[in-house]
């Protein structure tokens, strides 16, 4: 069976790319542009992993993070970040992600953040 993930972005563009990305070897389950909609979307959908952009209006992807990671710790997050992002970064390790890869997204590297983590 599949791992099922949810994808995360504000960008629609950006949510394609990472889909498009994923879809070879995971069941993406389900899409949200902000974080609100991300945690909606975690708890109808239960995915075993998230993929969470840092900066989104509503809900940052931090405190998504953070929120996903108190209700299921077993879930895997990777945020996906621009690369001048690092304070960001390390907020988001402490809310609980897993892994991160920067933007513009290289599909071998977000497999491979979401292979080390799930088995």
Same mark, same amino acid.
């Given at each position: $069976?599949?791992?099922? %993930?949810?994808?995360? =972005?504000?960008? !629609? ?6 889909? #498009? ?5 995971? =069941? ?7 974080? %609100? ?10 995915? =075993? ?9 509503? $809900? &940052?992807?931090?405190?998504? &993070? ?12 990777? $945020?996906?970040?621009?690369? #001048?992002?690092?304070?960001? $970064?390390?907020? !988001? ?25 799930? =088995?």
């Amino acid at each position: $069976m599949r791992n099922r %993930v949810l994808v995360v =972005d504000d960008s !629609a563009f950006q949510r394609t790319v990472i889909t #498009d990305a994923l879809e070879p070897e995971f =069941d993406v389950v389900a899409e949200a542009e902000n974080g %609100v909609e991300a945690v909606d979307a975690f708890k109808q959908t239960a995915p =075993d992993a998230v993929s969470m952009d840092v900066v989104m209006p509503e $809900m &940052t992807g931090i405190e998504a &993070t953070a929120a996903i990671k108190e209700h299921s710790p077993e879930t895997t997050v990777v $945020m996906c970040t621009s690369v #001048d992002q690092q304070e960001k $970064m390390i907020e !988001a390790v402490k809310a609980g992600a897993d892994g991160y890869v920067t933007k513009p997204v290289d599909a071998d590297a977000l497999l491979s953040a979401f292979e080390d983590h799930l =088995d």
